[in-house]
């Protein structure tokens, strides 16, 4: 939503006319590539490379195993 509403308000600067107008197009078109930019980058990229790097690799000699994490049973004497 904060993506659409920046592209929204830069669309005055893509559509200029009149003097300025080539420097106001210009920037216009580096705000407007880098919001849709940065939006695909953080919609995409970083969730994969997210998942990439949190691939389990094969446990090493201090991997806990599944008896490690039950909880031990207390006897009551009577």
Known sequence: MTTAAMVCGV??????????????????????????IGTLFTLFMVPALYALMSRETTPGP????????RPREIELSN
């Open 62 to 69: 201090a991997a806990t195993t599944e008896s490690q994490h």
């Open 11 to 36: 669309l005055p600067l893509l559509l200029a006319s009149g003097p300025g107008e080539i420097s106001r197009t210009h920037i216009g078109i580096v705000i407007t590539a880098g919001m849709l």
